[in-house]
């Protein structure tokens, strides 16, 4: 058999002085990577199966590993980087399609960190948060163009009927992550954080578990191009429901969960059978036109009575403002916009690292297209796609979104490394897998706990960020570019953004 | 009282309780030389049961109905009046082996290697068990 | 004189009595209780050998806790009547007590043959804190190099521990044809053997002491039934214990090998309740009667006959033999039927270099159990005999190494990992 060329991405280097021979990092590895030697009482490390979690590194009680880039002496090349070298070394080995997984890491401009907030000073005062009230609740639905108030005993009474919203205590959600690409546990704490916080999480496309219909007011559903569990119990214990078009990963193909992580629970929740490959279709193959869209929409609507607002959720790409503006006449609630750096469980390597446009880009442009054909307040805009920080989200919001979705930063924030090998199933840290011994390790009183703080600090930061900028409501933001300025960037990128170059003024 | 409660749900079967047990009751109370620089090596008073992907790390329950206490001959097992711990006094302890023979979660040990006592969970001596403290998810509650 | 009037009486007061006192004063905390003891103080009889080999210096039980306890304590009585007809109890001294209900808890006498030259100074038996006094006294004054005992159960052992940490030699006669033979089988009573010859102890098998001979009164040997004469300083008759229930002859209590009771440790006098050595109760496997002369089954017994004094309806499953013995570097831990008769007993062994462990099994229950060296699991095979838990699902994991609670049906081990732990 002829020998492989792959050379291992990752050092493991132990320090003798402090290894005690516990084997905590023995047990702990998901890819047996340390192996006990009893004869010689001592650990070695078999660093090529190393994914560089650090699982080991963080529960070693002495501190004795680190666990590194190894790096490879060939010959410095710009263009033939030693990422585009080892995909090579492994098609050629393998011929199959190279997966990966959560967002693109490859090195594509990041817009939120050319944009710069304003700060008030002298002429209006900034607002101290501490002291005075600031808003950052947000609706998302549909948004009433005229109001008809009436007076009835020198009281104002409201006559119009309004659209269902979502209310959300903080303008972020967590992203559809469904149950099968991530662990029981892991949808157990986004799903008990929602609730504590008041905010909403995504089912994804991987159905309900019924264990999670309690928790429906604030889950929304989605209805994906598989289907996958898809019933009428389903759409019933949701706060909104959410059809599927695209994935900021992997836009143009449908989900992919590798039959390796079809449990038995996950194959009752999705209604498929037990260790089968659940592959959604890359189109509805009832959709092949907005009309049918707007058809499905309404089934919908009409199916959960018009109490539960419905969302689109679409992948940036291209004409990503057209389509927009087709799905808000198509009757959508909320429009979900997932940009290019949005994660995923599983996706070709070469799809999620070329396909799409950053969302930056996507929402100014959309937001400017609805505002001009005066139909922005038809539907809610929620974005998502490598939101990292609340520093983003006052951008995102700046730029005309209503909230934002986070979805690695969720599962940061539970423990997850960025080593990319969720479709493994292997997820040391008990998140993106099925495998009972694995899942244990994410407690959903820990993960619960640990997204609850991450929100309570970014609505923190977000209340300082707003009233440095003199703005006590968060209404007040939405779409106000002025409080935006470009570093950085050349005059076509700040056009789509909308956004004046850093000095100047007014 | 308060006492340590097991989830088994949520250990993860790393033994880092039995480590920090370890260091706790050894000599010198430092990891690297408790583990290499000791001997013999101390025992920990709790062990980790591991069965498929099923685990959890047991210790005594300082049980209402201390068999072991009901047992003893000597009166080395005696109950802590603060912690209402079950605790073994070594300077009584003869090394009889009833304790053993009566702890039905078996979780008494024989301290053999430096005397002939009986070894076990002693929650700490009144501070927070560190068993509890250095479970990584926590898998051991103290209330 | 004066009948002393009181609601409970305990007549004798060692283990089981003293449980039994703690059970009562838990359920009643004014209750008058009076417990009479022949010694004079509470000690705990498995210390008697331990101090004597110099590993603990007293022999009292649980001083510490006696005032809770709230009795009124009468040291150096003897029991001499129990009245038929009334609820009252006569002292050899002539004192007098009129109880509402009682416990008899006057343990056991050592089983003493009338061997000639028994009188003879230098031979003694080895049950009362006296008795550990004399020797002492014997060994202070005399010089004691050779020490034989009589008996290879579980007394002569322990004094034989005793005479080791002494560094004496000692000589063990026995007259079954292994050590332990009740609770030991033929394989552990030779690892028990083997300890004992390393120790430096000579174990005689199939023999048993005829006559002490002396020199002006003093003992000089000890014959054996083959004729072998066995020069020693100082000699011990351990065969064992018989109940004391002499003094009950004509009281209207059922006596046959101890005093007979029913599972709520009640006499056929239903306010005389009768725990310990000198109780003869049902095996908790086999159900025939017996009386089990060891600490735990005081206890439990204690416990039992306390509760019910104090009017609940606490039943007891039944007595059940356990044992520990450690010498040397070798313990053993036996419990239940060991030697089980020819039939459907199942049986599952390990042996290693240094290790033995026998598990007896009937109808998917265990009802026996011997452990040598591996010993840490006692506890937990032993609750599965007294549970009577069925064992079948889980049989092939009952010896591996890693058998523990985990290996147990859940609810059970859950009931006893957080049932214990649930304050009441």
Known sequence: ?506 | MKKIHIHEEYCIGCRLCEINCLVKHSRSGKIVKAFRGEEPRPLPRVRVEEEGYLSFALQCRHCDEALCLENCPTGAMYRDEETQAVLCDENKCVGCWMCIMSCPLGVIKREEKTKKVASKCDLCRGETPVCVKNCPNEALTYE | MNDIETRYLLVGFSVAGWWCARTIRERDRKGKIVAITKENGIYSPPLFTYYLGNRVSDIRYRPEWIENLDLDLIYGGEAKTLEKENNRLILSSGESFVFEKALIATGGLPVAPPLPGKELEGVFTFTTPRDMQKVSEFMKHHRVERVTILGGGFIGLKTAEAFIELGVKVTLVELANRLLQNMLDEKSSYYLESALNRAGVEVIKEDTIVEFQGQGGKLTDAILKSGEHLPSDLAVIAIGVRPNIDWLRGSGIEINRGIIVDEFQQSQRPDIFAAGDIAETKNLITGERNVVAIWPEAVKQGKVAGENMTGSRVSYPGSLPVNTVSVGEVALISAGLVNPPLGDFELLTEVTNDSYRKLVLKDGYLVGMILVNKIEKAGIYINLIRQKVKVDDFKDRLLKEDFGMISLPAEYRKHLVEGASIEV
Not at chain 1, 59 to 80: D, F, H, I, S, Y
Not at chain 1, 131 to 139: G, L, V
Not at chain 1, 178 to 204: D, H, K, M, P, V
């Open chain 1, 1 to 506: 058999m002829a020998k492989s060329l792959l050379f291992p991405e990752f050092k493991v280097v132990r320090d003798e002085n402090r290894c005690i021979a516990c084997q905590v990092c023995v047990r702990q590895c998901a890819n047996d990577v340390h192996v006990y030697d009893e004869e010689d009482d001592q650990v070695y490390s078999r660093e090529e199966n190393c994914v560089g979690c650090q699982r080991c590194v963080n529960l070693c009680p002495t501190n004795a590993l680190e666990v590194t880039k190894k790096e490879v002496g060939m010959r410095p090349n710009a263009n033939w980087s030693i990422n585009h070298l080892r995909n090579l070394y492994k098609q050629a080995e393998t011929g199959g399609v190279l997966l990966t997984g959560m967002g693109c890491s490859e090195d594509y401009p990041i817009y939120w960190d050319h944009l710069l907030l304003n700060a008030s000073q002298v002429t209006n005062p900034s607002i101290d948060p501490l002291r005075e009230p600031i808003e950052i609740k947000t609706f998302l639905g549909k948004k009433e163009e005229f109001l008809d108030i009436d007076w009835e005993e020198n009281s104002p009474v409201l006559k119009t009927k309004l659209a269902p919203q979502l209310e959300l205590n903080i303008p972020v959600l967590f992203s559809a992550m469904s149950y099968g690409s991530i662990s029981y546990n892991a949808f157990r704490s986004l799903a008990e954080a929602a609730r504590e916080i008041g905010t909403f999480c995504n089912s994804g496309e991987g159905g309900l578990h019924p264990d999670f219909y309690s928790l429906g007011g604030n889950i929304i559903v989605q209805v994906a191009s598989g289907r996958f569990g898809v019933h009428p119990g389903y759409l019933r214990a949701a706060a909104a429901v959410e059809i599927k078009i695209g994935q900021g990963a992997k836009p143009g193909i449908g989900g992919h969960l590798p039959g390796e992580k079809v449990s038995l629970d996950v194959s009752r929740t999705r209604k498929i059978p037990v260790g089968s490959d659940a592959i959604s279709p890359a189109p509805h193959h009832d959709i092949y036109s907005i009309e049918d869209l707007e058809r499905l929409v309404f089934a919908i609507k009409e199916a959960t009575n018009y109490e539960k607002p419905v969302s689109v959720k679409i992948a940036a790409v291209h004409n990503v403002a057209a389509i927009a503006s087709g799905v808000v006449r198509a009757g959508a609630d909320i429009v979900a916009i997932d940009g290019i750096r949005g994660g995923t469980g599983a996706a070709p390597q070469v799809i999620r690292d070329n396909v799409g446009i950053p969302i930056e880009l996507a929402l100014a442009q959309v937001d400017e297209r609805l505002r001009r054909e005066g139909i922005r307040q038809q539907a809610s805009l929620v974005i998502a796609g490598g939101i990292r920080s609340s520093a983003d989200v006052i951008k995102a919001i700046a730029l005309g979104a209503d909230a934002v979705y986070i979805g690695t930063a969720a599962l940061v924030a539970l423990g997850c490394h960025l080593c990319q090998k969720c479709y493994t199933g292997k997820c040391n840290w008990g998140i993106a897998t099925q495998d009972p011994y694995l899942t244990k390790r994410l407690n959903p009183n820990i993960g619960k706990r640990r997204l609850v703080a991450l929100l309570h600090a970014w609505s923190a930061e977000i209340k300082e960020m707003l009233g440095g900028m003199g703005v006590n409501a968060l209404e007040s933001l939405r779409g106000n570019r002025e409080h935006l300025r470009a570093v950085g960037l050349s005059r076509d990128e700040r056009e789509i953004l909308g956004v004046k170059a850093a000095g100047e003024g007014w």
